[in-house]
């Protein structure tokens, strides 16, 4: 009995790439949410979308690349190692930008958000 696997082709390289982007893409995603969830205790989509948009991720390089990385991280390490790259990497950027993003805002005054409980 032949296994259907033997019988396809081996992945291009190119479309390796778009598999682990495409894992990568849902593990940022999740990152995010839970990010955004545990970080300012609301569901806003804006910053989600932000911290998971291809402008975003430009920064880091071709953003499909970055998130092949992601997946490649994520495949070999769990979602733990992906999660812990994502928040050395890619994090202390994004929260830069929105601290610059608030300055620009509210006209150079950074809101103070009271502490967590």
């Known amino acids: 009995m032949s296994d259907y696997r033997n019988a396809m082709p081996a992945p291009s390289e190119k479309q390796r790439l778009r598999e682990e982007a495409w894992i990568g893409d849902a593990v940022l995603s999740l990152f995010a949410r839970q990010f955004v969830l545990e970080r300012d205790q609301v569901m806003d989509a804006g910053k989600q979308a932000r911290l998971t948009s291809?402008?975003?991720?430009?920064?880091?390089?071709?953003?499909?690349?970055?998130?092949?990385?992601?997946?490649?991280?994520?495949?070999?390490?769990?979602?733990?190692?992906?999660?812990?790259?994502?928040?050395?990497?890619?994090?202390?950027?994004?929260?830069?930008?929105?601290v610059k993003s608030e300055l620009a805002r509210n006209g150079g005054r950074v809101a103070v958000k009271p502490p967590k409980r």
Not at 71 to 88: K, S
């Open 54 to 98: 291809n402008h975003f991720l430009s920064a880091f390089g071709e953003p499909t690349e970055v998130e092949a990385r992601i997946g490649r991280i994520y495949q070999q390490q769990g979602l733990e190692g992906a999660f812990a790259w994502i928040r050395n990497q890619l994090l202390p950027r994004f929260e830069q930008r929105e």
